[in-house]
């Protein structure tokens, strides 16, 4: 199994809401990753677990909140967000550091 | 900063011919680079990485040069076919130490058109 799967593929959400994005690997991988990507725009890193510890928080709000229940599970948090935090998030795993990435096809959020 | 700059206007090229895509990034000692395809609506897909002791690596119809003196990289695709049609991004390693920090460049559109 070589897949990452994200769960939910869509979702639009108001202001005021609670939600969380899901995302599940198979593959025995011990970093799992979540970048944010918007239209025409690169994939930009948010959040790096590595061995189920945050290895790497790239500022982002609080209002988006990871969680790495065990090594095959990523969840992302989010509450209170802003229109402009609609984007593909897309989530990622890897064997180990400095390894190439292996992506799911993402949620595509829309914020009302 | 550090920057990875690619080709910002898509690249339209005919079946059967070679498309050639460049990396190039400032501010960065990278040990390796990689290239991903990235379809609408879905996730990067890796393609190849090819570390800074290596000036090319190849798999099948692609080939990937690396110059870390030009602080660029070249992506040849032969014998183009439309399924090649995609955006197709370069990333290089953060300059921090974790080793999981990769970025980004904002890819090139390609179009390979019969």
């Known amino acids: 199994d070589t897949e990452v799967t994200q769960t939910p593929k869509h979702l639009v959400m108001g202001m005021t809401n609670k939600k969380s994005l899901k995302c599940e690997q198979h593959?025995?991988?011990?970093?799992m990753y979540w970048y944010k990507q918007k239209a025409k725009k690169p994939p930009e890193l948010m959040f790096v677990?590595?061995?189920?510890?945050?290895?790497i928080n790239e500022s982002v709000p609080s209002r988006f909140s990871p969680e790495c229940p065990n090594s095959s599970l990523l969840n992302l948090h989010l509450h209170a967000l802003q229109p402009e935090d609609s984007a593909l998030y897309l989530c990622?795993?890897?064997?180990?550091?400095?390894?190439?990435?292996?992506f799911g096809s993402g949620t595509q959020l829309s914020v009302l | 900063s550090q920057k990875i700059e690619q080709n910002s206007e898509a690249l339209n090229i005919q079946e059967g011919k070679t498309a050639t895509l460049t990396c190039n990034y400032t501010?960065?000692?990278?040990?390796?680079l990689q290239w991903y395809r990235q379809d609408p609506g879905r996730g990067p897909v890796f393609l190849l990485l090819?570390?800074?002791?290596?000036k090319e690596k190849r798999k099948e119809r692609l080939k990937v040069t690396f110059d870390t003196t030009l602080k660029q990289s070249l992506f040849h695709i032969t014998a183009s076919q439309p399924a090649d049609s995609a955006t197709y991004l370069c990333?290089?390693?953060?300059?921090?130490?974790?080793?999981?920090?990769?970025?980004f460049g904002k890819g090139t559109s390609l179009l390979v058109t019969p």
């Open positions: 593959m025995g991988h011990r970093a």
């Open positions: 990333a290089l390693p953060s300059n921090s130490n974790s080793g999981y920090a990769l970025n």
């Open positions: 990622a795993s890897s064997q180990g550091s400095n390894e190439k990435l292996f």
């Open positions: 677990y590595s061995y189920e510890k945050l290895s």
């Open positions: 501010n960065y000692s990278p040990a390796y």
């Open positions: 090819i570390r800074e002791n290596e």
